[in-house]
């Protein structure tokens, strides 16, 4: 069965500054994707990044980059020169490709995050 | 832009009773989903529709039941609530066609209080 593991339960930055998540993932599957969300305040949750199993080279959207370790099964999120408006909670995700077409989305247990001037 | 649409933002109700809740996607996507987020802000899958016909069902007791109209239209009704239902309930959509990656797009969320 999937399962995806976010350990860093908290991190506190200052503005300005690089964060690195942590999010660590189980999976029978070769084939997966594995996304980030982000959950604000106001609870809205939205999607941020994706990393496609198969391919090597790490996305980056703005500035948020992932980190994606397959030996280790570790994908982790890079924010750089963080602000205050990244405060929230994070979600790392994934979905195995192969098993089902129809197949679940399961999340890790979230980060939350607060950037202090 | 929100694009995916849930009402009421807010319910208070008391054991027993009965409540339902809506989401409507405006994104043309084919699958819809209910999920679960405890006070720890844990998020579980609850239920999911492809183009109206139920594809995942958790584990989650009977007195909760979905419906679905059409494929941007996703109700959850909850028979005689419990206090341990008190959550948000979230409503998400996706694309799942043609090696899709489907991912998620949420509604708001409905804060659901059974006291």
């Known amino acids: 069965a999937q399962k995806v593991t976010q350990t860093q339960t908290s991190i506190s930055v200052m503005e300005k500054t690089t964060v690195t998540m942590d999010c660590v993932y189980e999976t029978q599957d070769s084939s997966y994707f594995l996304f980030w969300y982000k959950q604000t305040a106001s609870g809205e949750i939205v999607f941020l990044i994706r990393q496609d199993s198969y391919k090597k080279e790490n996305a980056t959207v703005g500035h948020y980059s992932l980190n994606f370790q397959k030996p280790k099964s570790s994908i982790g999120l890079i924010i750089t020169a963080t602000q205050i408006e990244d405060s929230a909670v994070y979600f790392c995700a994934m979905r195995e490709i192969a098993s089902s077409s129809f197949s679940k989305l399961v999340f890790g247990q979230g980060t939350s995050l607060s950037v202090v001037p | 832009e929100t694009a995916v649409f849930q009402t009421p933002n807010y319910h208070v109700t008391q054991v027993g009773n009965e409540v339902s809740f809506n989401c409507k996607q405006t994104l043309g996507h084919d699958t819809m989903y209910w999920y679960k987020q405890d006070s720890k802000k844990l998020l579980k899958i609850m239920f999911s529709?492809?183009?109206?016909?139920?594809?995942v069902n958790e584990t989650v007791p009977r007195r909760f039941s979905p419906q679905s109209s059409d494929k941007a239209h996703l109700n959850l009704r909850i028979k005689s609530v419990e206090p341990e239902d008190s959550a948000v309930y979230l409503c998400?959509?996706?694309?799942?066609?043609?090696?899709?990656?489907?991912?998620?797009?949420f509604g708001s969320g409905t804060r659901l209080t059974v006291l």
């Open positions: 529709y492809n183009n109206k016909q139920l594809i």
């Open positions: 998400a959509s996706s694309w799942t066609g043609g090696g899709s990656a489907e991912t998620l797009y």
